[in-house]
């Protein structure tokens, strides 16, 4: 997979070099160019913002750099990525759809956020995607691209040891919270490991960490839960 970052603050995505993102990268699994917005620029200043037609606070992302970017960087297979506070719920569902393209552009806005007409030209020639992280706002969208980037290159083939870790974790395919773990020594302070854990029987094990992501989805995301379809739940399930 192919991702272009564009942000004012290339710095800001130095994160990106290390751990499993990293490993991915020098793996050629993920190829990542992080590039500096200034490079389009024009004046001397190399300004990319101005006063928000329409008057209020702050400064708005002039259209002329983004535009000489985005020529510069997409593609005929390219999905503009923008996160931002107005965008579409990011979801582990939002991850694996990423993880699918061949070549994102991550733009990552500032100030009061990128002029509206950059996104709306880029549609014309590319999927475009807004994603919020969630309902709160941050100085601008590099963090957010951290996040995203984890998200979807943990999905990559080959980056996660052992892919069966995809299988069990939080919002996989059984749409749960999952299980409780634990590990060695048994006894800690005055805590034990559940006995059915240390018990060898590979059915009692999977039967009790199913239950206990039912109960613990129940309990803290009853959302998620209601959003099963009938079929994800076998008989043993709706007895419990
Ligand atoms: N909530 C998100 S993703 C965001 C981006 C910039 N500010 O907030």
């Known amino acids: 997979m192919r991702v272009d970052v564009v942000t004012i603050f290339p710095e800001y995505l130095a994160p990106?070099?290390?751990?499993?993102?990293?490993?991915?990268?020098a793996a050629g699994t993920l190829d990542l160019a992080v590039h500096d917005l200034r490079t389009w620029t024009s004046?001397?200043?190399?300004?990319?913002?101005?006063?928000?037609y329409g008057g209020g606070p702050g400064m708005v992302m002039r259209p002329e750099p983004w535009g000489q970017a985005?020529?510069?960087?997409?593609?005929?297979?390219?999905?503009?990525?923008?996160?931002?506070?107005?965008?579409?719920p990011f979801t582990q569902a939002t991850a694996h759809?990423?993880?699918?393209?061949?070549?994102?552009?991550?733009a990552c806005g500032r100030y009061e956020g990128i002029d509206q007409r950059v996104l709306d030209h880029a549609a014309t020639r590319m999927?475009?995607?807004?994603?919020?992280?969630?309902?709160?706002?941050?100085?601008g969208g590099e963090v957010a691209v951290l996040v995203i980037l984890e998200a979807v290159t943990r999905l990559l083939p080959g980056v996660l040891g052992n892919a069966d870790s995809l299988a069990e974790e939080s919002h996989g395919p059984a749409g749960l919270l999952e299980a409780p773990v634990y590990t060695k020594p048994a006894q800690w302070r005055d805590l034990s490991v559940p006995d059915v854990l240390r018990?060898?029987?590979?059915?009692?094990?999977?039967?009790?960490?199913?239950?206990?992501?039912?109960?613990?989805?129940?309990?803290?995301?009853?959302?998620?839960l209601a959003a099963l379809p009938p079929e994800a739940f076998d008989k043993r399930d709706r007895a419990t």
């Open 97 to 106: 759809a990423l993880a699918a393209e061949q070549h994102l552009i991550f």
């Open 70 to 88: 985005l020529d510069a960087l997409a593609g005929p297979h390219t999905r503009l990525v923008v996160p931002s506070p107005v965008g579409a």
């Open 127 to 139: 999927p475009v995607s807004e994603i919020s992280l969630g309902d709160y706002v941050l100085f």
């Open 199 to 224: 018990s060898g029987d590979h059915g009692r094990i999977a039967r009790w960490r199913r239950d206990e992501a039912l109960l613990r989805t129940a309990r803290r995301r009853p959302d998620l």
């Open 43 to 52: 004046d001397v200043h190399r300004t990319v913002d101005d006063s928000p």
């Open 16 to 25: 990106l070099d290390l751990s499993l993102v990293g490993k991915a990268r």
